[in-house]
């Protein structure tokens, strides 16, 4: 039954897809069509047709060119007062760039393309993986595997087949920001690293975009409109980039689903209201959303720095330097959102390898396994007979740790070698300094269980 | 002078996990008023947890922070020099890059 539905999902996708092929063949047709030509169709228009000449059914009151099935679609957003039918038509002619289709990219891309943005560009190098189900919500579990662009586009057209979709399965780099940006009408930073932020909006303020970017970790979310109305940019804000050690990833604090669902939802918001001059966007502002008390609070930035690097009076970042420009450098961290590499501390002599640890087991040699990761990251999942005692920790359990390796032999008490895992392997390295310190033979198990699953056991649900 | 500390984006972690602080903190001898400089080092010294590498770096807060006085960008008042008056909130906000 699952392998069916699995197939049917396939298929409905494959078939949004060609539907996709189609309309990018016969562009041009769909949007604006003569309204004459489809209102034969029974429209509310039509009940007054009989005083009119026949060939004149409807009439676009205020010289706008939304065909009768436009009208229908976004007739809920027409009714608005506010909006009406000048901003459904800026939508339609507008482009909006998303770099991202994850967690942030994921509403966005929804709640345009149910919109009537006319082109949507999805910039994305990564594939669809189990572990981003929970938040990214436009991917499903019959696409795990695919591109998130593709997966990305297939529902984006499924929602609304009059959609334009650019796909990008590659990402921004210093060298392409300009030339992929400079198409759209208006970018969004759904990225999840730094370095990517800082290169977004660099290239944003040569090619004089507008920028919506939000972001979002653990319970906590921010939103902030970019380049805009004289409004500052990302680096009026932060000239000096973070050090790699307070870039937290959602890969290792983790990320309540719904919490980047809400600020990618801000963000869609804030791109329909720059490209249709409705309200007031969201400029020299800072939305800070904390998920844990519901709370919502905007709070007031600084405006446009004149010394600014990027956007300042006497700029260094511009159309020539910025495609040389060494973002990872700049950021000490990758345009992507890698684990920072496992450093190399203790020596071989206090290290053992995976493989190694599991002959230790096999062997049923007498040891203590000491597991220094967080209670909540051991309560997931962790190895038989091993020992919890968060790396922070350490120091006031000093006792405990050197109890727990003490056995009674007939020769006395002696201590039994202590085996230290962590997750990637970093903690449990500065672990094995800190317990030698303590006098007990402590061995780094190299790589953790990021190790561990890749060398001994794939069936560990590492995560 | 009664102040309210709010610390977010992941700051909180070196204060216990705890966001919000109501603390009573003078002007340091010889001085009449309190700087936001003063406070940072206040800060540092009284409320602290672990890793002061996070919070600061030299005299201010390290790269990445977002110093609010009254939900108002600390750049719009003064910054390090900024005067703090009774009942102040100050906001510390760790910026986010993930997605």
Request: charged share 20%; hydrophobic share 40%; glycine share 8%.
């Amino acid at each position: 039954m699952a392998d069916l539905s699995a197939e049917l999902h396939k298929l409905r996708v494959e078939n949004a897809l060609l539907k996709k092929q189609v309309s990018l063949l016969t562009a041009n047709g769909n949007l604006s069509q003569n309204p004459t030509a489809i209102s034969s169709g029974g429209y509310a228009g039509d009940a007054a047709a009989s005083a009119f000449p026949e060939e004149v059914q409807w009439i676009a009151g205020a010289g706008h060119s939304l065909s009768g099935l436009e009208i229908r679609r976004y007739s809920r957003q027409l009714l608005l007062p506010s909006f009406g039918v000048e901003a459904q038509q800026k939508l339609a002619k507008a482009s909006v760039l998303v770099v991202g289709a994850g967690g942030l990219g994921s509403p966005v891309l929804l709640y345009l393309a149910a919109s009537g943005v006319g082109c949507l560009g999805i910039m994305d190098p990564d594939s669809v993986e189990l572990h981003n189900l929970h938040r990214q919500v436009i991917h499903s579990e019959a696409l795990v595997g695919e591109l998130k662009v593709k997966s990305a586009a297939a529902t984006c057209l499924a929602i609304n087949s009059s959609l334009r979709v650019q796909e990008y399965a590659f990402a921004l780099e210093a060298a392409n920001a300009l030339e992929v940006i400079s198409d759209y009408d208006i970018v969004v930073d759904a990225s999840d690293n730094v370095a990517t932020r800082y290169l977004i909006s660099d290239a944003c303020i040569v090619a004089n975009k507008p920028l919506v970017s939000g972001a979002a970790l653990g319970m906590d979310g921010q939103l902030t409109v970019y380049n805009h109305a004289q409004g500052p940019c990302y680096r009026c804000l932060f000239p000096t980039p973070p050090s790699q050690s307070a870039c937290q990833r959602c890969a290792d604090a983790g990320v309540l689903g719904v919490v980047p669902g809400i600020v990618g939802t801000f963000q869609a918001l804030e791109v329909i209201k720059i490209l249709t001059g409705v309200g007031e966007p969201f400029s020299e502002r800072m939305l800070v959303f904390d998920a844990l008390s519901t709370r919502i609070r905007t709070v007031n930035l600084r405006g446009r720095n004149p010394e600014c690097a990027a956007c300042g009076d006497n700029p260094q970042v511009d159309r020539r330097t910025l495609p040389e420009f060494d973002y990872e450098a700049f950021t000490s961290s990758p345009l992507c959102d890698a684990p920072p590499p496992r450093q190399q501390i203790v020596g071989e002599d206090q290290s053992i390898t995976c493989r190694g640890y599991k002959e230790v087991r096999e062997a049923h040699e007498a040891h203590l396994l000491l597991d220094v990761r967080e209670q909540h990251e051991y309560a997931i999942a962790a190895l038989p007979s091993s020992l919890n005692i968060p790396f922070s920790l350490l120091p006031q359990q000093r006792d405990a740790i050197v109890a727990a390796a003490e056995v009674t032999t007939s020769l006395g008490v002696k201590s039994l070698p202590v085996y230290v895992i962590c997750r990637r392997g970093n903690d449990s390295q500065a672990a094995v300094n800190e317990l030698r310190s303590f006098g007990l033979s402590a061995y780094d198990i190299t790589g953790g269980f990021q190790s561990w699953v890749q060398d001994v056991d794939p069936n560990f649900p590492f995560f | 002078m009664q102040l309210t500390l709010e610390f977010g984006g992941g700051l909180e972690l070196l204060f216990g996990s705890k966001k919000k602080h109501q603390v009573d903190v003078s002007p340091s001898n010889g001085h009449i008023e309190l700087t936001v400089e003063a406070l940072l080092v206040w800060i540092r010294d009284n409320l602290l947890k672990e890793r002061p590498e996070m919070f600061m770096k030299d005299k201010s807060v390290r790269p990445g922070v977002l110093v609010l006085i009254n939900d108002s960008d600390w750049e719009l008042c003064g910054r390090l020099e900024g005067v703090l008056e009774d009942k102040d909130t100050v906001t510390f906000i760790s910026t986010l890059h993930g997605g």
